[in-house]
């Protein structure tokens, strides 16, 4: 096989599938508790139709879309950024323990139920925990660290920050914020518009 002619069928897979994304985009803007047809969906996108559906497919399944969409890039984009880094295939943004500090710094305001007072704390919360994760990785391996030390100290603050979430959805106060704080791990678009 040419370097051509595999690039020529890396094209077609990737055109096959952002054709997919484009499809089920719109799939997902007609399925739901209430189902739409796909004609229905359209005069709906473009202001025809009847106003339950305008409702349903503007304010509320589109605005969802969207944001699955864009928050699936940006993932993709960040396994491969940490792929090419890394120069291995199966590696991914979990590695260096940012997604899980993150977890534990909004499980951490959940569960001591700060989200009730201040609605902003809980993003803040996450960020401000995938930046620390960051700095102890930086403190723990070093500037010039090797990217197997990197690797290992990613894998050290992961664990360490899985650790913490886990010990706080047991010492919960409460069922409902066990509850609350497994539904928020879960992720959900439910809510967005």
């Known amino acids: 096989m040419t370097f051509a002619a595999g690039g020529r069928r890396d094209g077609r897979l990737i055109a096959a599938l952002a054709l997919l994304v484009v499809i089920l ?20 996108l473009v202001g025809d139709g009847g ?21 699936g890039g940006t993932l993709g984009l960040a396994g491969a950024a ?18 899980a500090a993150a977890a534990f710094g909004a499980v951490s305001v959940i569960s ?35 990217l197997l030390v990197l690797i290992l100290a990613g894998l050290a603050v992961s664990s360490l920050a899985g650790a913490g979430t886990a010990l706080a959805l047991n010492l919960a106060p409460n069922p409902f914020a066990a509850l609350e704080i497994a539904f928020w791990l879960l992720g959900s678009l439910e809510d967005r518009s």
Do not use: C, H, K, Y
């Open 51 to 71: 106003e339950a559906a305008r409702i349903i497919v503007i304010d509320i399944r589109l605005p969802r879309a969207l944001l699955a969409v864009m928050i």
């Open 112 to 146: 001591l139920a700060l989200v009730d007072v201040l609605s902003i704390a809980l993003p803040v919360a996450a960020i401000i925990g995938a930046l620390v994760s960051v700095g102890l990785l930086l403190l723990v391996a070093g500037p010039r660290a090797s």
């Open 25 to 44: 985009f719109f799939v997902s803007l007609g399925v739901g508790p209430v189902w739409l047809s796909p004609g229905t969906v359209a005069r709906a």
């Open 82 to 99: 940490l792929q090419g880094l890394l120069r291995n295939p199966l590696a991914s943004p979990s590695l260096f323990g940012a997604p």
